[in-house]
């Protein structure tokens, strides 16, 4: 596996973090949500009408996202807070920002050397789909589809070399 | 063990109930629970009245949870509660930093209610 330092001379997040980023989501919503991700089988379209981002800062530097549709938004509020949907309705942002910090924070802590390298932003949390965003990484994002509650999610990295 | 009032400090609203039902799950009987969004209004909670607990996130906006620990000292009733850090930032030296400013624990965040248990209820073993 690839550490931080083998990164900066590389134009590509390791292939080898892939399966520490999906780790590291699945963990977060076993744990905080009780429900288990699936991996997407088949390609498609993530809605993207939440958007959470963290940045990462220090040595690994970049940005995490985590994409979903508003009805899994609400529906991983209702979950972390164990009430109804519409309850939980008001709580959207903040449960998808704090999922994408938790996920940040437990993929880092992954990483060979990294936990102690690499600070976390407050997240930010975008709704709506027609936007774009482009991040300063200059490597290409290192994506992992999932299936949450038979909607497809997306959590994904870029980093600076 | 006695009823217990704790405050919960972190800058998610979501964060701080999952936080307070942990702590219901691990069994200890909660008389009051008071929020803070950040280590300054953390502050301001116990300028009144003191608590016997407090668990704090560190990434927060305006005032962090290292920050908080480092001035806590000042306040005349947090003086001897016990403060459990609840975070993301699982470094080592987050948790060496923490813990040499007065933090008793600290607990990574994903979190189960069994870690919560674990870690706070042996600091209130004394609470009268």
């Not at chain 2, 949870?65 to 001035?71: I, K």
Request: glycine share 8%; net charge negative.
């Amino acid at each position: 596996m690839k550490t931080a330092n083998e990164i900066t001379a590389s134009d590509k997040v390791p292939e080898s973090w892939m399966p520490l980023l999906e780790l590291a989501a699945r963990e977060v919503f076993e744990i905080m949500l009780g429900c288990k991700l699936e991996v997407q089988t088949a390609a498609g379209p993530v809605p993207g009408d939440f958007t959470a981002m963290v940045g990462l800062a220090g040595q690994l530097c970049g940005l995490l996202t985590l994409r979903c549709s508003a009805n899994s938004a609400a529906l991983m509020a209702s979950k972390m807070l164990g009430t109804d949907v519409k309850e939980a309705d008001p709580q959207m942002w903040d449960a998808v920002g704090e999922i994408a910090n938790m996920i940040a924070g437990n993929f880092k802590n992954k990483l060979t050397g990294m936990g102690d390298r690499c600070l976390l932003s407050v997240p930010t949390v975008i709704t709506g789909s027609d936007y774009s965003f482009r991040s300063m990484a200059d490597t290409g994002p290192l994506e992992v589809a999932l299936v949450f509650e038979g909607a497809p999610i997306s959590v994904a990295v870029e980093v600076h070399s | 063990m006695k009823k217990i009032r704790a405050l919960i400090v972190d800058d998610s609203s979501v964060m701080r109930k999952i936080v307070e039902r942990s702590i219901r799950q691990a069994g200890i009987d909660l008389a009051e629970v008071r929020e803070a969004a950040n280590g300054a209004e953390g502050l301001g909670a116990l300028k009144d009245q003191g608590v016997d607990l407090i668990l704090c996130d560190i990434n927060m906006p305006v005032m962090d949870g290292l920050e908080f620990l480092r001035q806590l000292h000042t306040v005349e009733n947090a003086k001897g509660v016990p403060v459990v850090m609840i975070t993301t930032e699982g470094s080592e030296s987050h948790v060496v930093q923490a813990l040499s400013i007065g933090a008793r624990g600290y607990i990574r965040k994903p979190f189960t209610p069994e870690q919560v248990k674990e870690h706070v209820v042996p600091l209130l073993e004394n609470v009268k």
